[in-house]
């Protein structure tokens, strides 16, 4: 249980909802220390739950769902992991040279009509109004719309600009820098920062010892 809460505090590191999915292949651009953390479609639902994008008693549901249609659990699972990479590749994409591919954009632009707008609605609150997500959709790939959400939200706010990819290319995380000068470079100290700063202490012990 204690190693479970230890790997669940890594699930949200960058902020935002639809980097923290993109985020969880961890070592993304390593083929050997490559982490996948949604392995499968359980996975994803315990990662959905705790990120709030559902709420226990709905977990409990879609997954009592899916053991009923294995194959549309499957599918859905699938279509999560292809939604992460299609995200990975914008967002990294954009933080690295500010340019998306256009095929990307389009892949991107399908999901959106064909999920976002299935369960989104928009309805008044005070002042203004919001998007809703309703619940009673019996999809298992409800949840999926929240993320997209995340993702239009966040292309079209100015924290676009603020979007960084870890300065540690192995690692591949993404994140926003809401440093005042746009000066972080590591998804987290305690991660990439520590790693980086023990390896250039290392190096240069090691430097000195073969001088010395
Ligand atoms: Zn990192």
Known sequence: MKERKEEEKKWKVSGNLCLDFINTLEWRNDEQKKIEWLPDFLALIQWSEYCKIIDNKYAQKIIKKALRE????????????????LLYNIFSSFALSGKVYPQDLENFNQLLTDS??????????????AWSFDLRNNSLEFFLSPIIKSAVDLLLSPEIR????????????????????????????EDCGNRAKAKRHYLSKKNNSVRG
């Open 162 to 189: 603020r979007v960084k990819q870890c300065a540690n290319n192995a690692c591949g995380w993404l994140f926003i820098d809401k440093s005042r000068n746009k000066s972080r470079r590591w998804c987290s100290m």
């Open 70 to 85: 294995p194959q549309v659990a499957e599918r859905t699972y699938h279509k999560a992991i292809e939604l992460r990479e």
């Open 116 to 129: 976002l707008a299935k369960v989104g609605r928009i309805v008044p609150i005070v002042g203004g109004f």
